[in-house]
């Protein structure tokens, strides 16, 4: 048995020990060089080569190298704290041209990177690996073999600078909405992470009522006598000639929809998930998200997703988050244009003979059923724009999918969409030709736009679209199934995958912020903070039928989320500033009447913030105090903007009663 090299820092002193050697890695504030390099000969399991039959890699350190056929290759690393640390491996890969997927273990956690092929001595970065305090076991795992190393480095983590990402948007007409949300994100980036929930869309959680249509007294009411309002438009027949309306109303606005079997009315209860997410933790989401799917152009529907999200940004101040769920005709003969189909007819993945470059071809079916899609989706938009709503947008997501199945590392062959399905080339052609559209040909400049990546190889970055066509890269986390790094063996996996995070970072050079978009299980506040990951929010999936991403505790440990959310680290919907969406001044405000009832409103009057100015004249007078007066009365005629419920908060405490009615005389009195 050879002996093993022990190599510590710039010295690389060698000193032979057993092979159950233990290398240690000192961290302290006297080291200079924490790094230690262990030549590949000496890995456990490792046997001497100098060529790979008889084909030579000259300038090996060392004897000589070793190459991960037959068994695995592993070493043991000491280090003084729990962390992040950096595995890289000086190697060569010579056997596959279009690469090759190489797995290392760390105390039995797998991290994955595809290789390329070089007959050229190259560093492979294994990316950012945690582990514990004390001994860890790292191991080269023959899965796929064949990689050939020279020597391996471990080094305490090195994080870049998170203040490089940009505040500015993509757009450079963006609206002021949008610009000033996109400066709130970068204030918060790389110091805490929003907190977000992902809402059912469609349809879902329906929730069944006792209403009906009284076509006699030509009413909808409920068994209790309480009277619902509707259109007169809204009324149809139905196939036995009886009379209903297909919508109707309460007093709230929620809307209820006909049940042609049971004839009853029921509504989708689109708040649920945001709604245990309080009763788990006490707080609401910061970032609420939503989708555009039920716009299609195949069975076009309004799922009042646009009603939806200006009540959760206008009248409750959160951000709003948006995907683009968009099916296309799985066959393309089965489809005439305007026309509905069926929606079991239809997919967005990518089992469709749909030609994804053709949306860019005018003359092609693809192109005018594409502009059908972009005309749907731009009247929903334009409706958030006129409201004043800033969306942080995330269309054609999760584009490169699993890892290429060919040669070719951006042929689209892992995707599982049809908007990536022909590769990364069209995909990006395809994000650039939706942006201009919205933007120059239906004005739309409220979007904040966010690409999805992965992490598969360094062909990845190759689905970025750019600096100037993003604002920020995201990340859509699915790994509660798989291996965790933590070293807890039980429970939902809590990962936080820094590793990915900083490979994204490195992706974008640091320009853009990044964000998981999407997550299965939230990751624990100590493993955020063990690893150093600064994502800027996260958004689980919501709870289905199909799975329980919220409530399961397959997925989540709600103790860990009651933490996480009730932590100075993240920030949730009651933490967001009252001026978020305007650079002169709120233009949302929350404000509580006595009776423990909120009141939000948007829009500013003429007054820039006149102390007492309650009806924005500009003038405080007997009028200001009268109105504040009736307005806590909850005299539904007394109309406060908000910027006059601003100004009437005379005392600075967030909530008006009768001491602002006080200060208001006294300031007409000149008492104060």
């Known amino acids: 048995?050879?002996?093993?090299?022990?190599?510590?820092?710039?010295?690389?002193?060698?000193?032979?020990?057993?092979?159950?050697?233990?290398?240690?890695?000192?961290?302290?504030?006297?080291?200079?060089?924490?790094?230690?390099?262990i030549e590949g000969e000496d890995l456990d399991g490792a046997d001497l080569w100098t060529d790979i039959y008889q084909k030579e890699i000259p300038g090996f350190s060392g004897e000589g190298f070793t190459y991960l056929t037959n068994a695995d290759l592993s070493f043991t690393m000491e280090v003084p704290a729990d962390g992040m640390y950096s595995v890289v491996v000086h190697g060569a890969q010579i056997l596959n041209q279009e690469g090759r997927y190489q797995t290392v273990e760390v105390n039995g956690s797998e991290y994955h990177t595809t290789v390329p092929y070089t007959e050229q001595w190259t560093d492979f970065d294994f990316g950012l690996v945690r582990l514990n305090k004390g001994k860890n076991e790292i191991k080269f795992i023959n899965k796929y073999g064949y990689l050939v190393i020279d020597y391996v480095t471990v080094s305490q983590a090195e994080f870049p600078d998170l203040s490089t990402a940009s505040a500015e948007t993509c757009d450079p007409d963006a609206t002021p909405e949008t610009k000033a949300l996109m400066k709130y994100l970068k204030s918060v980036y790389g110091k805490n992470m929003l907190s977000g929930q992902q809402q059912i869309y469609g349809g879902g959680n329906t929730v069944n009522t006792t209403i009906r249509y009284n076509a006699e007294k030509n009413i909808c009411v409920d068994q209790d006598g309480v009277i619902y309002e509707f259109d007169e438009e809204s009324k149809a027949t139905a196939d036995d000639g009886s009379t209903f309306v297909w919508t109707c109303r309460d007093a709230d606005g929620r809307e209820y929809n006909y049940n042609q079997q049971n004839r009853n009315y029921t509504y989708n209860n689109y708040e649920n998930d945001v709604n245990v997410i309080y009763e788990m933790t006490g707080k609401y989401p910061a970032i609420q998200g939503f989708d555009f799917g039920s716009y299609c152009p195949c069975y076009a529907w309004d799922d009042g997703v646009v009603k939806r999200m200006i009540d959760w940004t206008v009248n409750k101040g959160g951000i709003c988050t948006a995907s683009w769920h968009v099916n296309v005709p799985t066959a393309m003969a089965d489809y005439e244009l305007g026309e509905p189909l069926d929606f079991s007819k239809t997919t967005y993945s990518e089992k469709?003979?749909?030609?994804?470059?053709?949306?860019?071809?005018?003359?092609?079916?693809?192109?005018?059923?594409?502009?059908?899609?972009?005309?749907?989706?731009?009247?929903?938009?334009?409706?958030?724009?006129?409201?004043?709503?800033?969306?942080?947008?995330?269309?054609?997501?999760?584009?490169?999918?699993?890892?290429?199945?060919?040669?070719?590392?951006?042929?689209?062959?892992?995707?599982?969409?049809?908007?990536?399905?022909?590769?990364?080339?069209?995909?990006?052609?395809?994000?650039?030709?939706?942006?201009?559209?919205?933007?120059?040909?239906?004005?739309?400049?409220?979007?904040?736009?966010?690409?999805?990546?992965?992490?598969?190889?360094?062909?990845?970055?190759?689905?970025?679209?750019?600096?100037?066509?993003?604002?920020?890269?995201?990340?859509?986390?699915?790994?509660?199934?798989?291996?965790?790094?933590?070293?807890?063996?039980?429970?939902?996996?809590?990962?936080?995958?820094?590793?990915?995070?900083?490979?994204?970072?490195?992706?974008?050079?640091?320009?853009?912020?990044?964000?998981?978009?999407?997550?299965?299980?939230?990751?624990?506040?100590?493993?955020?903070?063990?690893?150093?990951?600064?994502?800027?929010?996260?958004?689980?999936?919501?709870?289905?039928?199909?799975?329980?991403?919220?409530?399961?505790?397959?997925?989540?440990?709600?103790?860990?989320?009651?933490?996480?959310?009730?932590?100075?680290?993240?920030?949730?919907?009651?933490?967001?500033?009252?001026?978020?969406?305007?650079?002169?001044?709120?233009?949302?405000?929350?404000?509580?009447?006595?009776?423990?009832?909120?009141?939000?409103?948007?829009?500013?009057?003429?007054?820039?913030?006149?102390?007492?100015?309650?009806?924005?004249?500009?003038?405080?007078?007997?009028?200001?105090?009268?109105?504040?007066?009736?307005f806590l009365a909850e005299d539904k005629e007394a109309a406060v903007s908000g910027q006059g419920m601003i100004n009437a908060d005379c005392d600075g405490s967030e909530t008006l009663d009768a001491a602002d009615v006080g200060i208001i005389l006294s300031i007409i009195a000149k008492v104060l």
């Open 1 to 37: 048995m050879k002996g093993l090299k022990k190599k510590l820092g710039a010295a690389l002193s060698a000193a032979a020990v057993a092979c159950s050697a233990v290398y240690a890695l000192p961290v302290t504030a006297e080291t200079k060089d924490t790094t230690v390099r």
């Open 352 to 630: 469709t003979n749909f030609v994804t470059k053709n949306c860019m071809v005018e003359g092609t079916a693809e192109y005018d059923y594409f502009q059908l899609c972009m005309k749907n989706l731009a009247a929903e938009l334009q409706k958030l724009q006129d409201a004043g709503v800033p969306v942080i947008f995330r269309p054609f997501h999760e584009a490169e999918g699993n890892p290429s199945s060919t040669s070719d590392p951006i042929d689209g062959s892992g995707a599982w969409f049809w908007w990536s399905k022909e590769g990364a080339v069209v995909y990006k052609e395809l994000w650039a030709f939706l942006q201009d559209t919205l933007q120059n040909e239906y004005g739309l400049h409220n979007l904040i736009w966010e690409q999805n990546l992965y992490t598969w190889s360094e062909a990845s970055a190759q689905w970025y679209s750019g600096d100037e066509r993003v604002d920020i890269a995201a990340y859509d986390k699915y790994n509660v199934k798989y291996n965790r790094h933590d070293g807890k063996s039980s429970g939902p996996n809590l990962d936080a995958e820094s590793g990915i995070f900083y490979k994204l970072v490195n992706f974008v050079e640091g320009n853009k912020m990044v964000a998981m978009a999407e997550n299965d299980s939230i990751p624990s506040l100590n493993n955020l903070e063990v690893e150093h990951a600064f994502w800027l929010y996260f958004c689980p999936w919501y709870d289905s039928e199909q799975e329980r991403f919220l409530t399961s505790d397959s997925y989540q440990d709600k103790d860990e989320v009651k933490q996480l959310y009730n932590s100075d680290f993240c920030i949730t919907l009651d933490e967001l500033p009252k001026d978020l969406f305007s650079s002169n001044g709120p233009a949302v405000t929350t404000t509580t009447a006595p009776s423990g009832t909120t009141v939000t409103t948007t829009g500013q009057g003429a007054s820039s913030g006149l102390r007492g100015d309650v009806n924005t004249d500009d003038v405080v007078d007997v009028s200001d105090a009268v109105l504040l007066a009736r």
